[in-house]
């Protein structure tokens, strides 16, 4: 099944010029990138973006970085592309990434793990339309 997904690459790596080369892993890996788009979040934004984290310790450092810089927003198809771009991105926690994936590459920490992948359809839905509509 085709399926949208959402790809945000985060401050620390669009600061270290790693723009292109996430693309780059993610074209390979047959994605199409259907939307892309650079920008700067607005609280607002971020704070709708993770409601889910609301009230966990590391929710305020989580919008300091998200806010902290440019983020490139990149709506994604192709078939179970949900699962396949959370494969591609690795573990949350980069110490635990796969060799050759996107965070086992570009991470620089728990928190600046580089790259956000939506985790179901459901988010994927709800994070599409926040950053795309
Ligand atoms: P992301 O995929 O964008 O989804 C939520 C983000 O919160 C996650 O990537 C991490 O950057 C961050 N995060 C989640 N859990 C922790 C944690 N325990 N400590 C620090 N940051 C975290």
Redesign the pocket.
């Known amino acids: 099944m085709i399926q949208q997904t959402l790809l ?1 690459i ?1 401050p620390n790596a669009t600061k270290k010029n790693n723009i292109g080369a996430i693309l780059k892993m993610v074209e390979r890996n047959n994605f199409v990138i259907e939307k892309l788009k650079m920008m700067k979040m607005d609280e607002p934004l971020a704070e709708k973006f ?1 409601a ?2 609301f009230g ?4 305020p ?2 919008l300091e ?2 806010l902290s810089g440019k983020i490139v927003a990149v709506l994604l198809s192709r078939e179970n592309a949900i699962p396949k771009l959370r494969e591609l ?1 690795g573990n ?2 980069f110490e635990k990434a796969n060799l050759g994936t996107i965070r086992s590459l570009y991470a620089d ?5 580089s ?3 939506s ?1 179901s359809p459901e988010s994927a839905k709800r994070e599409i339309s926040l950053i795309f509509s």
Not at 109 to 113: A, D, K
């Open positions: 945000l985060k993770y889910e984290h966990r310790d590391f929710y450092f989580l970085f998200m991105v949350t926690d920490s728990y928190r600046e793990n790259v956000h992948a985790d």
